[in-house]
């Protein structure tokens, strides 16, 4: 059925999804679910776990496009997951994901083309989710293969590139560091994205966030927070920046 893809609702348990995307999921790497078949392996001793599936690679709000389908698979380790420590749920998640997508001439006529169009992606996310400190970042790459023209066959030549990412981000309740032993009702939340769309040149796009927010039962959540995208060196676009106040009811 519709299901949870190998990366981003795992990284959710680290990142507050109501106050935007994960980064992954925000730069095209894969979608948060997708039709087709999973299962999970849950690791002894606590120490982590292995997911994997195979979808159809178009996200749950997309029909079926290609004969291709999404091979995808991740391991996380959690190697303290056994101590007391602020640093017990510390885990790192090495993943990958094997597709493809079809030549828009694949049908034609007069000179199919049959080749299978690259879409591989790969990487890994570190974590830690603590009330007192919550943090994660990535690293990963996307590589796609595209028609160059899509008009006339004659001209087509298929053209591979590979975008490049790393972010970080951090959720901070500062004043449980000084009382442990209470739940405080506010904190600190920040982020960085680095997004290259093609690691071969200079042009990348700059994603932050920064805010606060206030806990004033355990199942609301209120943040005010800035959010910033601009093109840098280069990159087409126009600079984007908004001031939001988000909520987050759990039911």
Not at 158 to 186: A, C, H, M, W
């Amino acid at each position: 059925g519709v299901l949870h893809t190998m990366l981003v609702d795992h990284e959710e348990n680290f990142w507050p999804r109501y106050l935007a995307l994960t980064a992954v999921e925000k730069n095209g790497f894969g979608s948060s679910a997708d039709l087709g078949v999973a299962t999970q392996i849950t690791l002894p001793n606590k120490i982590g776990e292995i997911y994997l599936d195979v979808v159809n690679g178009t996200g749950y709000d997309n029909p079926e496009n290609n004969k291709y389908k999404d091979f995808q698979g991740r391991v996380s380790i959690t190697p303290l997951a056994k101590s007391t420590s602020i640093l017990k749920t510390l885990t790192f998640s090495p993943w990958v994901s094997y597709g493809g997508n079809s030549s828009v001439f694949l049908n034609s006529a007069t000179d199919p083309i049959t080749d299978r169009l690259d879409k591989t992606r790969y990487g890994i996310f570190v974590g830690n989710k603590d009330r007192r400190l919550t943090f994660g970042a990535d690293y990963a790459q996307r590589k796609d293969g595209a028609d160059n023209n899509t008009t006339d066959v004659t001209l087509d030549q298929i053209v591979n590139t590979t975008g490049e990412l790393y972010d970080g981000f951090v959720v901070i309740r500062p004043l449980e560091f000084s009382q442990p032993d209470t739940k405080q009702s506010f904190g600190v939340v920040a982020r960085y994205d680095h997004w290259k769309p093609n690691k071969d040149v200079d042009g990348y796009a700059q994603f932050i966030v920064a805010g606060v927010f206030w806990e004033p039962t355990r199942k609301v959540t209120l943040a005010l927070d800035y959010q910033e995208q601009s093109p840098k060196s280069g990159l087409s676009g126009a600079k984007a920046s908004s001031l939001f106040l988000h909520w987050n009811l759990v039911f």
